[in-house]
């Protein structure tokens, strides 16, 4: 089965608000982990990575959080806007040092009320 | 430029036909990849090429017949397909297939294949 996967498949929050969307992952030799935005219609959008040797990440409007002892990766949506609805998903590299196996979680689907 | 192109966007073929898929990046990447994608699932890995050398192949039948010319450049050559195959077929590249440094994979748009 999948090694990676993801708590919730549809996520509905109010323009303005935060959005925390959650995956988990089996795999304990993946390392590198990757959050993918694909709006419809179009490949998906790197968004923001972190190596397991960090538990946090912060980009623009975005911070992911890695957990290791649970295998929980998180991506945190700061003030979500219209144009963050899409599906998200989760990665990660499941042979460990090597970051041309990406697994994909089964996505969430992200919708953002104006 | 951090764009990758794919071409054709859309592409209807019967199971008898043989129809390529092209794939280009002028990042100067090294590493290339082809993924497939059913609606509303994530994406599977099919092939990954490094250095134009085929590094992983996901037992992806043999109708599918991937090619890199160079180290732009990625092709998927189709032949005798299934409706099954039907799907958005994605490209991706990435610098290279190093673990030692943040490396993410850039995708294309896609092609969106019907198989008749």
């Known amino acids: 089965g999948e090694s990676v996967g993801l708590h919730l498949p549809t996520l509905s929050v109010q323009e303005g608000d935060n959005s925390i969307i959650n995956c988990a992952y089996s795999n304990s030799a993946s390392d590198y982990f990757i959050w993918y935005k694909q709006e419809s219609g179009k490949g998906p959008q790197f968004i923001i990575d972190?190596?397991?040797?960090?538990d946090k990440r912060q980009g623009q409007r975005v911070t992911v959080l890695l957990n290791k002892t649970v295998k929980h990766l998180s991506l945190q949506i700061a003030a979500t806007q219209p144009g963050d609805s899409a599906v998200y998903f989760c990665?990660?590299?499941?042979?460990?040092?090597?970051?041309?196996?990406?697994?994909f979680g089964k996505g969430t689907k992200l919708s953002v009320k104006p | 430029d951090t764009e990758v192109t794919q071409t054709p966007k859309h592409l209807v073929m019967g199971m008898t036909n043989k129809k390529s898929l092209k794939c280009e990046q002028h990042?100067?990447?090294?590493?290339m990849y082809w993924y497939k994608q059913k609606a509303k699932k994530p994406p599977e890995l099919m092939f990954v090429?490094?250095?134009?050398?085929?590094?992983i192949n996901e037992s992806v039948p043999s109708r599918f017949s991937p090619e890199c010319p160079n180290s732009s450049l990625l092709n998927l050559h189709l032949h005798a397909l299934q409706p099954e195959d039907s799907a958005l077929y994605l490209c991706a590249s990435s610098q290279d297939l190093s673990g030692s440094s943040y490396n993410e994979q850039f995708f294309g748009p896609g092609t969106r294949l019907t198989v008749l």
């Open positions: 990042m100067g990447h090294r590493a």
């Open positions: 090429y490094s250095y134009e050398k085929l590094s």
């Open positions: 990665a990660e590299n499941g042979n460990g040092g090597s970051q041309g196996n990406l697994i």
């Open positions: 972190i190596r397991s040797n960090m």
